[in-house]
Nanobody
Framework: QGQLTESGGGAVQAGGSLRLSCAAS????????MGWFRQAPGKEREIVAR????????YYQDSVKDRFTISRNRAMNTVYLQMNSLKPEDTAVYYC????????????WGQGTQVTVSS
């Protein structure tokens, strides 16, 4: 199994921006889709954005659409989440996940990175 490593989290004021990175290690990545999820204490984990690795098709949940952008650098096996116009309700631990080819669901997960947005 490969590994996913997130970076780029931090603390910002409302209206600020952050860019999260997720690097896949262990050679050439053979993923079907990459996703960003988040979970706040006491709340269910929710999907934030998803991307088909091969063709770049994207999905965003309604609360982040037009504020967040998922992108990839295929040569570097890296996926990004650009977060603009951050709101306090965006505060959560953000996780990168991968659905590898042939897997029925996301089967690789990163360790998570904290994003805190103050009002």
């Amino acid at each position: 199994q490969g590994q996913l490593t997130e970076s780029g989290g931090g603390a910002v004021q409302a209206g600020g921006s952050l860019r999260l990175s997720c690097a896949a290690s262990g050679g050439t990545f053979t993923g079907y889709a990459m996703g960003w999820f988040r979970q706040a204490p006491g709340k269910e984990r929710e999907i934030v954005a998803r991307m088909r690795w091969a063709n770049g098709e994207t999905y965003y949940q309604d609360s982040v659409k037009d504020r967040f952008t998922i992108s990839r650098n295929r040569a570097m096996n890296t996926v990004y989440l650009q977060m603009n116009s951050l709101k306090p309700e965006d505060t959560a631990v953000y996780y990168c996940a991968a659905q590898q080819v042939g897997a029925r669901d996301y089967n690789l997960w990163g360790q998570g990175t904290q994003v805190t947005v103050s009002s």
